[in-house]
């Protein structure tokens, strides 16, 4: 029996089998949501007041951001920071006194939201070890994954992450409490996203346009991008593939969502673009000495010879997989991602209506009404300015120059240039 199933909870029949249901993440080609998945879960069941007592007097750290903005991105480096309990958090939701909602009550909740995003489980659980064991992705076709290879994301009405794209693998997302919405794009709108590094956090890429409320002056191929929308429901599971960029927020009063992130093989060649953005970000704002340029969740700019050292060490292990791949000793995932590949060009050619229909997982489809589409694109003109050195690190860490660079450097390591 896997952990965190009840003898009465293994008895259900689930809709896939781990195998199918890996099958089907791994060859995903764009997001779909898995239904009755996670029926028996303990995990499911984590509703607010479960973590209240389950986490009692630990504190959280809770981003606080305004549900009245400006065209630009709410990114985090322009929220505020409470350090809380849950038992604060609920109370501050319920409109309690100030003294039980503490470190929130100078916060407005008709103008304010709040999130404790990020909240790696392993860390947030080191005295409560067996909530770890209340989730397990093995019925997914991960076996081993737990608990200790999940977050935790908890959030008021408004909560929302910034749009951005994961470097690394392909999320799995389970919505435990209340509903959220996703905006997905493709990996090809990259360019319509206007990208950017600034502010900088390892393993993601920002967007400069406020997706809910995009500003068409500045932004005109926005227009152009193609939104994937769906509403997540508690006890659903959403496939994110690699890529795909995503904005998500908070519809109800609470929501709750544990998610894991799936490594995959090309998280190789991914690691050493990081290591070069890495590199170049910190030489350049530690030289300007600017302000707000690193995320909260990042702890400090990191030296250059430290960067290097993340380079060598990236390029070393591409090195190492490519030179396993070449002596023909690939191993199970190296074959599935081959597959993958396959799978994609096929689902592609044929419209995209990989995996197979099914009534328990339901792809996300382009949005059928496009606000954006019908918006005229307006040109922007030409700015006299100076060249600021943001301006100069949008165009360099591009995703793809950093891809480009990051392969010129392999293959000169291979010899084939």
């Known amino acids: 029996m896997e952990p965190g199933v009840t003898g009465a909870a293994a008895a259900v029949t ?4 781990p195998q199918e249901a890996r099958d089907a993440i791994l060859g995903a080609a764009r997001p779909a949501v898995f239904l009755r998945m996670t029926d028996g879960w303990r995990a499911a069941r984590w509703t607010l007041t479960r973590l209240c007592d389950l986490l009692k007097e630990q504190t959280l750290r809770f981003r606080i951001g305004r549900r009245k903005v400006d065209t630009e991105p709410q990114f985090e480096t322009r929220c505020d920071y409470v350090d809380g ?28 939201w709040a999130y404790a995003d990020y909240k790696y489980l392993a860390l947030l659980c080191k ?85 809910v409320d995009p500003d068409h002056r500045r932004h005109p191929a926005f227009s152009r991008a193609r939104p994937h929308v769906v509403t997540l429901h508690p006890g659903q599971v959403l496939v994110v593939p690699r890529r795909w960029w995503h904005y998500v927020e908070s519809v ?23 290591a070069i953005t890495r590199m170049v970000v910190c030489a350049f704002k530690s030289a300007e000495d600017a302000g707000d340029w690193l995320n909260p969740t990042e702890d400090e700019a990191t030296s250059h010879e430290t960067n290097l050292q993340y380079l060598n060490m990236a390029v070393g292990a591409v090195m190492e997989h490519k030179t396993e791949d070449h002596a023909g000793d690939q191993d199970q995932p190296v074959m599935k991602s081959r597959r993958k590949e396959e799978t994609n060009r096929e689902t592609e050619d044929h419209g995209g209506d990989h995996p197979a229909v099914s009534p328990f997982l339901v792809p996300v489809l382009p949005s059928l009404t496009n606000e954006d589409s019908g918006r005229k694109e307006t040109q922007r003109p030409g700015d006299t300015g100076a060249i600021t050195s943001d301006e100069l690190l949008d165009c360099l860490l591009h995703p793809q120059v950093v891809t480009m660079v990051a392969q010129l450097l392999v293959n000169r390591r291979l010899g084939k240039s």
């Open 14 to 17: 689930k809709p896939f089998t």
């Open 85 to 112: 309990t849950m038992r604060q958090f609920r109370d501050w939701l319920s409109g309690n006194s100030a003294e039980a909602s503490g470190p929130f009550s100078r916060f407005d909740r008709a103008e304010s």
């Open 127 to 211: 005295d409560q070890p067996e909530m770890l064991q209340e989730v397990s992705w093995a019925d997914f076709g991960f076996p081993g994954r737990g608990g200790r290879d999940s977050t935790l994301w908890v959030g008021s009405r408004g909560a929302n992450t910034p749009c951005h794209i994961d470097s690394y693998g392909c999320n799995l997302v389970l919505q435990v409490q209340g509903r959220k919405t996703w905006r997905l794009f493709p990996p090809e709108d990259t360019a319509y996203l206007y990208p950017t590094r600034i502010p900088y956090e390892e393993s993601s890429v920002f967007s400069k346009v406020n997706v």
């Open 252 to 274: 109800d009063d609470v929501t709750i969502s544990i998610n894991s992130w799936i490594e995959l093989d090309s998280d190789h060649e991914a690691r050493v673009e990081e």
